[in-house]
């Protein structure tokens, strides 16, 4: 018989040291509670197996959510980002996003510093064997800790599983597979089994990674060159500047011959040979998967991405695979610029277990054991941002609940981190989930340059915002606020007026109108009522006149008082200008609290529920939903079904 050895207690354990688990960790420690982080390996913290980069479309507002809340990714970013663009520029701001390619060992290496040095936090490599939990009287089962395989027992009074691509993982190069985690870490196969063992039903998903190649062996001249901003804008709403970018991307296209060889041979890659059983991502495509569904597109995009100074490997976005290694380097050498590619990495698909989302409550918590948590990969999803959000809440929750205080849940009109969640935990997912803006319908409030405005102040009353981080949050509301009352106010003469509008291809106006009248024109931008505005904004004046004699204490306070209010005229010309959209969605943001704010009791037994159909009774019995907006967004109950629980609702407000 192994012996167990038992150690010290703690408040939470976080299993697993990805984005989710670092998030988890500094969360639960940061709000007071005694934390312990458990990593197979500590050269995997917040590990970038895939593309070493950090925002991009709906990921970019996620990462600022998490910031705006107290999180740490964002903060991060911005210390080790080598390149920095903000998307979709083009478009309206509902789309913009963030996104900046990473040191990716620099991002490792700050992380696990961050970590260390965190209060209440304990950083430690072991590997969990089992989850540990008792039964009560009644059936129901309260986590108790965990057990190492070494045989090392601690005990706590909260869990959360955030194994992320590592749980019973499994690599697949053509017809090959052999146990492993991403880029040859170990696979947590133990905890796995065990889990099964103790009755959690598990599933297969599966993601790729891109070979890796030498910068030094490849032809930039026949790529396009993708350069980064000038003026990046920081993740982290701490920051007043993010710095430059210091490296360029490259884009180069696959072609009818690369193809050819894939659809000749791609009955030898993993999914197509049959050799796999997990589902893959629909957003992220292998290029058997983009040959195979899209025979008629002459080439697909393939960026070429450093993954550090300090390196020459470079990323090959766009071309994950499982082929046969010869024929990988083969494919890739038929590409103009990667024709000598000399190759440090090969590209191979890898499965692993996670769970049903539909299994967890909105706070991230296991439906059927108390105390038990989850985030990241192992709730169905894909991608750093995700992962990383959920941790942060899945942190909160779990100290919350040790304080005996309610879930801290974050609605879909709120946060891009309550379209994840929610869409997780009522829809589910069949295949891994990835964030994007179409999924927001609230998107045009939900956006990149306003996350503090929005959560700021949730994070400071939940304890984990700093008073700095919430300071800084009111200045810009205060400035903000200012701002658009001063556009408003501030009215120039016609003559003035149509001086702008008609060279600007707008139509004339007859009397005196306002700042704000003229930027409502959809051919006006902020930057041309600097031409007619007759005040010169504060901060203009104290961002050009700072003395090179001040203190730098001084200077520091100045630039950023500066930069604080540029941001405030940014956001102020955005809820202007879109004000229309903004009050039409608020409208449809109060008829969806409507439905959100009628609460269903947790005793209702749907299965006994006159009207229902069958398939709504089986879907609302098994996620029990909160409320009755929540269960209208479930699939399969349809608006028939929500009328029958209105009435029920109605008789019990009677009664």
Known sequence: MNEVYEMEEYDVI???????????????????????????????????????????????????????????????????????????????????????????KRYHAEMKKTLERQENLHLRQGEVERLLFEVDENSKKRILGVQLRTGTVYRATAVILATGTYLGSRVFVCDRSFESGPSGFAAATVLSKTLRDDGFILRRFKTGTPARAF????????????????????????????????????????NP?????????????????????????RYCLSIEDKVSRFPDRERHQLFIEPEGIDTE?????????????????????????????????????????????????PALAYKDIEGLFCAGQINGTSGYEEAAAQGLMAGINAAREIDGKSPFVLTRSEAYIGVLIDDLVTKGTEEPYRIMTSRAEFRIVLRQDNADMRLTEKGYEIG????????????????TEAEIKRLKETKISAEQANKLLLSVGSAAVSGSVSLAELLARPEVEYERLLEVDPVQSKSEKRSLDIPDACDEKRIRAERSKACIEKAAREQAAIEIKYAGYIEKQRQEIERFHKLEDKRLPENVDYEELEGLRLEARQKLSQIKPLSLGQAARISGVSPADISVLMVHLARLERS
């Open 215 to 254: 910068a030094w062996s490849l032809e930039y001249e026949k790529m396009i060159e993708q350069e980064g901003d000038k003026e990046p804008v920081p993740f982290s709403y701490l920051n007043d500047e993010a710095g430059n970018s210091r490296i360029s991307c490259w884009l180069t296209y696959t």
């Open 313 to 361: 490997e470079v990323y090959i976005q766009g071309m994950s695979t499982s082929l046969p290694e010869p024929l990988q380097e083969k494919f890739y050498r038929m590409i103009p610029g990667l024709e000598n590619a000399v190759f440090s990495r090969y590209a191979y698909s890898i499965e692993y277990d996670c769970l049903d989302p539909l299994t967890l409550t």
């Open 257 to 281: 011959e690369a193809h050819k060889l894939v659809a000749e041979n791609i009955g030898l890659t993993a999914p197509y040979g049959g050799y796999t059983t997990g589902v893959g991502t």
């Open 14 to 104: 976080v299993i697993g040291a990805g984005h989710a688990g670092c998030e988890a960790g500094l969360a639960a420690a940061r709000l007071g509670k005694k934390t312990l982080l458990l990593t197979i390996s500590l050269e995997q913290i917040a590990h970038m197996p895939c593309n070493p980069s950090i925002g991009g479309t709906g990921k970019g507002q996620l990462v600022k959510e998490i910031d705006a809340l107290g999180g740490e990714m964002g903060v991060l970013i911005d210390k080790v980002f080598i390149q920095s663009r903000m998307l979709n520029r083009s478009k309206g701001p509902a789309v913009w996003s963030p996104r900046a390619q990473a040191d990716k």
């Open 464 to 479: 984990l915002a700093t008073q700095e981080r919430y300071e800084r949050y009111l200045e810009k509301k205060r400035e």
